[in-house]
């Protein structure tokens, strides 16, 4: 099993060019997340989505797309990238948010630079 | 909304010694709570999950005690060693959400 992989893992944008960071799993998990990662304010969960054709906002939705269309994958969208946006990206993914044991596995991230 | 607060940022400690991390949150009531190791440049790693019902969990030198009616949790590293050294986070979910603190760095001294 390769796991959670994240493509790219670094990638510089101008302000308003859009980008699809991409994340995929082969454990069949039904929980896929994302979120960002910022000095001093820890992980903060940006969309996620509890299985095929169901997604959903966390906590930054703001300024972010996704769509989750197979189980496997579940691409992130910047509509119009803003120096605020500049951070770790990290997906997730976990079999299921109810289950009583429900570890999270994380991709290696994505390092996004927004001048 | 959710508020989660790790002890300190960074914690120094001996090898040998026992690490003691806390984490304390506001707001809810959550049914579980997780702990993440994670490394400079990589994605965190899972370690330990607790149930509100549950008021201690082991795992080799690891211990996890959850307290609900303080709302606080606290990670033990017992016998540490210099590669235990990482950043620690706890997490916990609400409904379909999580939320993480921001991290303990550990650095265990030789």
């Known amino acids: 099993n390769a796991g959670v992989t994240q493509t790219p893992k670094f990638q510089v944008l101008k302000t308003g060019q859009s980008m699809t960071l991409q994340c995929a799993q082969d454990?069949?998990?039904?929980?896929m997340s994302w979120y960002r990662q910022d000095p001093g304010m820890g992980l903060r969960l940006i969309h996620y989505?509890?299985?095929?054709?169901?997604?959903d906002q966390g906590e930054v939705p703001n300024g972010y797309n996704v769509s989750r269309s197979t189980t496997e994958d579940f691409p992130l969208r910047l509509l119009s990238a803003a120096p605020s946006q500049t951070s770790v990206y990290f997906c997730?993914?976990?079999?299921?948010?109810?289950?009583?044991?429900?570890?999270?596995?994380f991709g290696p991230g994505t390092r996004l630079t927004v001048l | 909304s959710q508020k989660i607060e790790q002890n300190s940022e960074a914690l120094n400690i001996q090898e040998g010694k026992t690490a003691t991390l806390t984490c304390n949150y506001t707001n809810y009531s959550p049914a579980y709570l997780q702990w993440y190791r994670q490394d400079p440049g990589r994605g965190p790693v899972f370690l330990l999950l607790?149930?509100?019902?549950?008021k201690e969990k082991r795992k080799e030198r690891l211990k996890v005690t959850f307290d609900t009616t303080l709302k606080q949790s606290l990670f033990h590293i017992t016998a540490s060693q210099p590669a235990d050294s990482a950043t620690y986070l706890c997490a916990l979910n609400t409904g379909n959400q999580f939320y993480f603190g921001t991290g303990t760095s550990l650095t265990v001294i030789p």
């Open positions: 989505s509890v299985g095929a054709g169901i997604t």
């Open positions: 997730a993914s976990s079999y299921s948010v109810v289950r009583t044991y429900n570890e999270q596995f």
């Open positions: 454990m069949n998990h039904e929980y």
């Open positions: 607790i149930r509100e019902n549950e």
